[in-house]
């Protein structure tokens, strides 16, 4: 199976930029992980598009990672597709843990599941598959 990159960029540039710019973009990264979701659920009351939920989960997780932009490139984010899910976590606790890293403790594990979120994908059937490597049997 061939590894993608994370669509952070793409999924935000497809669903957030017509309407709103960096400015709001970058107000809602900042935000809580609850509160930007509650903000995201909200999109369909305030504007015409309809916008399906898993595109919303979508939108909401890459909107998550993208607050590892501060400090890495898509080059080094798309590194965390080869991780299992607790190498993800433990990358993330040890993000959290430096200064300025934008994530706290509390933060880790939704932001994980972010991560998750952007790599699954679908099997071509309509069914989800993660795209976490797995080593080999």
């Known amino acids: ?4 990159p994370l669509r952070v960029r793409e999924i935000i540039r497809q669903n957030c930029v017509n ?10 990264v900042s935000m809580e992980p609850a509160e930007m979701q509650r903000t995201i659920e909200r999109l369909p009351s305030h504007t015409s598009v309809n916008i ?4 919303m989960e979508r ?3 890459s909107l998550l990672v993208a607050r590892c932009a501060r400090c890495h490139g898509e080059e080094t984010l798309n590194l965390m597709v080869l991780k299992t899910v607790p190498e993800r976590i433990a990358t993330i606790r040890r993000m959290a843990a430096l200064p300025g890293s934008g ?3 509390d933060q880790v594990l939704a932001t ?5 979120k952007i790599i699954e ?5 309509g069914n989800r598959q993660s795209g976490t490597a797995q080593p080999p049997r």
Do not use: K, M, Y
């Open 103 to 105: 994530v706290r403790a």
């Open 121 to 125: 994908r679908d099997d071509g059937d």
């Open 112 to 116: 994980a599941q972010a991560f998750e």
């Open 19 to 28: 309407c709103h710019n960096e400015r709001a973009l970058g107000a809602t």
């Open 59 to 61: 939108i909401s997780a």
């Open 1 to 4: 199976a061939a590894l993608r």
């Open 52 to 55: 399906p939920q898993d595109q």
